[in-house]
C-alpha cells in the first residue's frame, strides 16, 4: 500500500530540520533537481536526499508517493519554470513556437533531470496546464479536434524528444563532448569526394550546424505543416460553399 501523502496545510506545520529548515515540496524538489545536477540520476536516493536536507529519509515519504513521485514532481517543476512568464496572446503558431522553445530550453537548462523525466507523464497542475493551453491554441485557431490531438501528440512529443535527445549531449562530459563535435571536422570533412560525393558537397555546413540542436528548425516544420492544413481546409469549406 503506498504510503499517505500528507497535504501540504498540514506539512507547514512540521518542525524543523536538523539544519534549522521548514521542509516544504518546493525546497524538497529544488534539492533533488541540484543533487541530480551534481552526480545524475543515481545519485538520487531518499537517503541521500534526507542527508542533504538535514531529515530522516522516511520524512520525504510524507510529501511524494515514493521516489517516483518524487521524480514526476521534479517534471513538473520543469514545465513550471518553462510556463512562468509565458502567456498565450491568440496568435497560435508564434504562441506554440515560444512555448516549445521555453519546455525545450527548461529542459534543457538541468540535462540530466532532463534524462530523468522527458519519458515521463505527471499529470500535475502545470503539466496540465500545459496541456490545456496547447489543445485551447489549436483548437482556437480553428483545427477540428480530432487534428488539434493529433498535431498536440506530434508536438509535445517533439519538444520532449528533442529535450532528452540534447540533455543526453550536454550531460557529457566536456571532453567526450568536444570529440564528438570535432568529428565533423577531423573525419567527415576529410573523406574523399569521389567516395562520399554528398558529404563532401556539404562538409563544411554540417560541421557548422550539427553541433547544435536541430528543435528550432523542426519546430518551425511541423508548425508550417500545420498552418498549411489549416489554409488548406479553410479552401475547402469555402469551395463547398461557393459550390
Not at 536536507?53 to 513538473?76: H, K, N, Q, V
Request: a negative charge; glycine letters at 10%.
Amino acid at each position: 500500500m503506498a504510503k499517505e501523502v500528507v497535504p501540504e496545510e498540514a506539512r507547514r506545520r512540521r518542525r524543523p530540520t536538523r539544519q534549522g529548515t521548514v521542509l516544504s515540496e518546493r525546497l524538497i524538489v529544488e534539492t533533488a533537481l541540484r543533487m541530480v545536477r551534481e552526480h545524475g540520476s543515481a545519485g538520487l536516493s531518499a537517503r541521500r536526499l534526507g542527508a542533504a536536507l538535514g531529515a530522516d529519509p522516511s520524512t520525504l515519504y510524507r510529501y511524494f508517493d515514493g521516489m517516483d513521485g518524487l521524480t514526476r514532481a521534479i517534471g513538473e517543476e520543469l514545465i513550471g519554470r518553462a510556463l512562468a512568464g509565458w502567456a498565450a496572446t491568440g496568435q497560435w503558431r508564434a504562441d506554440l513556437r515560444s512555448l516549445g522553445l521555453r519546455i525545450h530550453a527548461a529542459y534543457l537548462a538541468h540535462p540530466q533531470a532532463a534524462l530523468l523525466t522527458a519519458s515521463r507523464v505527471t499529470g500535475r497542475p502545470r503539466e496540465i496546464a500545459a496541456d490545456e493551453a496547447i489543445l485551447g491554441s489549436l483548437r482556437g485557431a480553428g483545427f477540428a479536434d480530432v487534428d488539434a490531438v493529433r498535431i498536440y501528440h506530434a508536438y509535445i512529443d517533439q519538444c520532449l524528444a528533442f529535450a532528452a535527445l540534447d540533455a543526453g549531449a550536454l550531460a557529457l562530459t566536456a571532453k567526450v563532448r568536444e570529440a564528438d563535435e570535432e568529428m565533423w571536422e577531423s573525419t567527415y570533412a576529410r573523406l574523399p569526394a569521389d567516395a562520399y560525393p554528398n558529404i563532401a558537397a556539404t562538409a563544411g555546413l554540417l560541421a557548422e550546424r550539427m553541433p547544435h540542436s536541430a528543435y528550432p528548425v523542426a519546430l518551425d516544420m511541423l508548425l508550417e505543416s500545420a498552418e498549411r492544413q489549416l489554409e488548406s481546409g479553410a479552401e475547402r469549406q469555402l469551395e463547398a460553399g461557393g459550390g
